[in-house]
């Protein structure tokens, strides 16, 4: 009884397995030739056709220009107070000016992120030739770049809150600042 119940179970399991291993990779070899996800991301295919020279490594201030580049390009130019007659575009101003707030605190705790990331490897790595020496002008350049994320926080706050006055001033509802 105990032989016929174990032969049971074992052809049990040889039929319930399924799928084999050579039919699973069969199978996805020929999803991936029919896959259309094949993506080549180049330069040419981001828009920027400026490349960094493979052999050199980019210096801290071009770092940064690149980075206030890529803001300025991004940013939709501010609207004035004169400009705002209409609910629509004061609702935008302030969406602007929300949005502006939201990736200067978004920049902020990222740039935080990559300082104590910096103060960590210079306390851990052992790993490092001088590790004081390469890693301190990183840091002080990461807190240079902290303040002025920072500053940009500030900036942005100030603008939504100049917004609310100028709303206040032209005596439009309230709630167009929603």
Do not use: C
Not at 2 to 15: D, E, P, R
Not at 25 to 46: C, D, F, M
Request: glycine fraction near 6%; aromatic fraction near 4%.
């Amino acid at each position: 009884m105990k032989t016929a119940l174990l032969i049971l179970v074992f052809n049990s399991m040889v039929f319930a397995q399924g799928v084999s291993l050579g039919d699973a990779a069969r199978q996805e070899r020929a999803r991936q030739k029919n896959s259309t996800g094949n993506l080549k991301v180049t330069n040419e295919t981001l828009g920027t056709a400026e490349a960094l020279p493979p052999s050199a490594e980019p210096s801290i201030n071009d770092v940064d220009a690149g980075k206030a580049a890529d803001l300025k390009a991004n940013r939709k130019p501010e609207i004035k107070a004169e400009q705002l007659h209409d609910e629509g575009a004061w609702r935008e101003a302030f969406k602007q000016a929300r949005d502006t707030v939201k990736r200067a605190e978004d920049r902020v705790q990222v740039v935080q992120l990559e300082l104590n990331k910096l103060n960590m490897d210079l306390l851990t790595r052992s790993d490092i030739y001088n590790k004081e020496g390469q890693l301190n002008p990183l840091i002080d350049a990461k807190n240079k770049e902290l303040a002025e994320a920072e500053r940009a926080v500030i900036a942005a706050r100030d603008n939504v809150s100049q917004l609310e006055d100028d709303l206040r001033k032209s005596g439009a509802p309230v709630g167009w600042a929603r």
